[in-house]
Structures are given as C-alpha cells and as structure tokens.
C-alpha cells in the first residue's frame, strides 16, 4: 500500500495541471475549432447573405419603379403596345427619296410650311403628261394641287428668284456697278437688256432689270459684283437653297441658262418663292408691267432702255381668273425647260397662294394651264 502512494500523487498531480491548463469552452481534441469561432464565422455568413437579399430585393424594386414609370409616360402621350392594322398600299414600297427628306424635316421647320407628301390630283387642272405643277394654300398650309413635287426640272430664268434674292440681301442699291466684257459674253439667242462692257448702272437698275426682263446679262452683272465672280456667287445660291431646306436644287450659274446640272424641284421653287415674301422690293418689282433703265456708256453717252415685263398677266397678253391678283412670280424658258412659270398671287379674300407650271409646250399653253389652277383659290 505504501509503496504505491507516490505514484499516485504523481499521477493526480498531472491531471491537476492539465485542468488547470486547458481553456474553459475549448475541446481539446485534435483539429476541432473553438464554439466561439463557429458562432462568429456563423454570423457573418448570414449577414452576408441579408446584404445580397436585400440588394437583389432593391434591384427588382427599381426595375419595377422604372417600368411603371415609363408605362405612365408612354400612356399620358397617347401610345399604344400595338399599330392597329392599314390596308396595303403599295406607295409605302416606293417612295420618293425626296419625299422621304420631306417627312424627316423637324417639326419646328415644317410648321410654317404646305409639306407635300403624294400628287394632289384637281380636277380643272389641264397639265399635260410630263409637266409638273403646284398649288399651295400659304395661309392655310393646303396643298391644292401637286404633280411632280419632287422630281428634278430645269428651271431656266425662274433661277433669278434665288438671284434677286441675294441681291437684295447683300446688294447695296445704290452702288453703281461697271458691266465687264464677262457679263455680256453670253450664249446667243439669250435674253439680254443691251449692255456694253463699260456701261455704268446701278444695282437697283441691274435688279429691276433682272426681275421685270429677265436680262442675262443683269444677272451675270449682279453675280460678279457681289461675289467677286460667278463661281463664288454660284455658291451662295446653293448655300441658301440649303438653308433654306431645297433639298433637290443645284445651281451652277445665276441666270438660268441651260446646263444639265443646273436644276431644281416644283417645291423647291416653293421654298425659293415663299421666302420672297421676306423682301417686299421682290414683289413691288415682280408686279411691274416695264421697266425704264437710264444708264451711262463708258465714255459718258446716257442711254434709255425701256423694257416689258416677261409675265404676260402684267402686260396683258393673259388675263388671271377673276377675283385673282398677281402679286409677282417669275417666268422661264428655255428648249429643254419648256414654258414655265410660278406665282405668288391673292384671292378675293387677299390669302396669299403659290401656283407654279413647268414644261408647258408653248407661253399661251401656259397661261392657260395656270388659269386651271388659279380658278380654284376662290372656292
């Protein structure tokens, strides 16, 4: 008995300091975590999965907030989720590039503005196969008659719209101008006024002399002075047809002579014609029945030049529809154009409308193709 009792004290003893060495919660087999630990690592592994439930939860809350409020948006301005069926027409599969332009302009643009989407056929119209034409209501932004809107015409001397345009624009009518040898070397057979290289004349004679005979040799006179040359001047013409949203309209010369990449389209003369309206000189001119030109040779000999109106409404070869007033307009032809002519004229009402006829076979074709359309502002 005694000789086993140190060995259990000894004993004894190990255990007592194992106990008082071993952390209280701890197990002390080999490789297994402490409680605490689990618990911690517990913890975050479920608030890590709140924090992606709730982000998934707010993704989906906005994703419905943002359809909602674009279903809102789309029914306050008249939408639908479907077009309700149209019959088939097969001009939907042709349409004109031009016209195409046209339904693209901005709203802003075309609010003042007759847009011709399709030919407007008209009853009384005589236009013969081949000939364009138009008939605009200005005030009420009615397209009466259309043919052709947009297919490409030579516009022969209708051209000096554009060129008396700028004139006025950018002309001082009170400078007088020399005629170079340029401007009175011209194609023969070309409706002059008689200028001489050297000749001294104002602009404002250059410009009635322009707009009343549809002199050539005025409206190369007028180019060279205010551009410096005719290719310059050439180039504002086309800069303000763009500006002016002519889309179909090339120029390569300010008089209208032919050129077979000179040319334009019934709504672009339109455009040219409604913005004439701007310049009240345009029409004051555009209305005269003749015009007396006095001028000074280069030595110094005073001519006097009496010169008739191209339109024959103003001079009385053709009588406008009763109850029709011709405010002014240009006439242009050439053998390739034809006969043309457009207007800006008033009903008895004095609402102003825009009439244009290109290509008619012979000037008393013409006259009489126009009447056919002027006949019906009054209605």
Request: proline content about 4%.
């Amino acid at each position: 008995m005694t000789s086993n009792s140190p060995q259990r004290t000894s004993a004894a003893s190990a255990r007592g300091r194992q106990v008082k060495n071993a952390r209280p919660g701890h197990h002390t087999a080999r490789g297994a975590k402490p409680k605490v630990q689990q618990s911690k690592s517990a913890r975050i592994k479920r608030l890590r999965r709140k924090r992606i439930r709730n982000t998934i939860l707010l993704v989906l809350l906005l994703a419905v907030l943002c359809a909602g409020a674009g279903f809102l948006v789309y029914t306050l301005k008249g939408g639908t989720f479907s077009s309700p069926l149209q019959p088939y027409q097969a001009s939907r599969e042709f349409v004109n590039t031009f016209t195409s332009g046209e339904d693209q302009r901005a709203k802003t643009f075309a609010a003042d503005l007759c847009v011709v989407r399709k030919d407007v056929p008209l009853e009384s119209a005589t236009l013969e196969q081949g000939q364009k034409g138009l008939l605009l209501d200005l005030d009420n932004k009615k397209v009466l008659y259309s043919r052709g809107a947009y297919e490409r015409v030579y516009p022969a001397s209708i051209t000096k719209i554009m060129t008396g345009m700028l004139a006025l624009k950018y002309g001082n009518l009170d400078e007088t101008v020399t005629i170079s040898q340029e401007n009175v070397t011209l194609e023969e057979g070309s409706q002059v006024c008689g200028f001489w290289a050297g000749d001294r004349v104002t602009m404002d004679q250059l410009v009635h002399c322009l707009l009343v005979y549809s002199g050539n040799d005025a409206a190369a006179a007028i180019a060279e002075h205010i551009a410096g040359s005719t290719s310059a001047f050439v180039d504002m013409m086309n800069s303000y047809a763009a500006e002016l949203g002519c889309t179909g309209t090339n120029f390569t010369n300010p008089h209208g002579l032919q050129d077979e990449n000179h040319y334009t389209t019934p709504y672009d003369i339109y455009l040219m014609l409604k913005e004439a309206l701007n310049y009240p000189q345009f029409t004051e001119i555009t209305q005269m029945p003749s015009y007396t030109v006095n001028y000074t040779r280069e030595d110094g000999t005073p001519v006097t030049t009496t010169l008739e109106a191209t339109d024959h409404y103003l001079i009385g070869e053709a009588t406008a529809p009763k109850d029709v007033s011709i405010l002014g307009g240009k006439t242009g032809t050439t053998n390739l154009a034809g006969n043309c002519l457009a207007l800006l004229s008033q009903n008895a009402y004095g609402k102003p409308f825009v009439s244009i006829v290109m290509g008619a076979s012979s000037k008393e074709l013409l006259y009489q193709q126009m009447n056919s359309l002027l006949q019906n502002i009054n209605n």
